[in-house]
């Protein structure tokens, strides 16, 4: 369950942190409420299998030669703007 919910957390994160030139905007926003509304329904495993996903992908952007702001503030946020 943990490679899937990395993959998922990296995906949302590709969506929301992509530039228009590389993804249409609204597509990108239409995938995300799509998966947004399946995620509402996980179990509470996979709902902690996404935050430990979360703070994954946020260790090794913080560890990263060039951490970037913006997506440091996407991994901490995550599961928040999810389930809250």
Known sequence: MENLA???VQAFA???LSDDDAIDP????KAMEDLTSYLRNCTPEERQA???AAAWH????NSSKNPRKIVI???KTFT???FD
């Open 14 to 16: 590709f969506l929301d």
């Open 58 to 61: 946020l260790k090794a952007e």
């Open 50 to 52: 996404l935050k430990n």
């Open 73 to 75: 503030k996407f991994y």
């Open 26 to 29: 609204d597509a990108a926003v």
């Open 80 to 82: 928040k703007d999810l």
């Open 6 to 8: 990395r993959a998922v």
